[in-house]
Nanobody, 113 residues
Framework: QVQLVESGGGVVQPGGSLRLSCVAS????????MQWYRQAPGQQRYVVAT???????LEADSVKGRFAISRDNSKNTVYLQMNKLKVDDTAVYYC???????WGQGIQVTVAS
């Protein structure tokens, strides 16, 4: 069983930045891809960024150039650096490991002036 714990969310003004962290435990972290999803009220959850086991990153078009996913295998942690935040980025953000099907508990990000 894999446990995923997110941190780093909060309230930020438009144009601001946040960095989300997700610490994994219970499985060899470095062998598996990791993802960040988000879900806004009344909308479906969808993937915003994926990073492969060997560090290749892919971000959704809606966040490309503003968000960056990265990982530190020595800390069993995946990050989502979010810059130039917009009101539309407001959502609950989830960390996900596809190989195990595990999800974090979710963390709120609110972008408001």
């Amino acid at each position: 069983q894999v446990q995923l714990v997110e941190s780093g969310g909060g309230v930020v003004q438009p144009g601001g930045s946040l960095r989300l962290s997700c610490v994994a435990s219970g499985r060899i972290f470095s062998d598996y891809a990791m993802q960040w999803y988000r879900q806004a009220p009344g909308q479906q959850r969808y993937v915003v960024a994926t990073i492969s086991a060997d560090g290749r990153a892919l971000e959704a078009d809606s966040v490309k150039g503003r968000f960056a996913i990265s990982r530190d295998n020595s800390k069993n942690t995946v990050y989502l650096q979010m810059n130039k935040l917009k009101v539309d980025d407001t959502a609950v953000y989830y960390c996900h490991q596809p190989a195990s099907g595990s999800w974090g508990q979710g963390i709120q990000v609110t972008v408001a002036s």
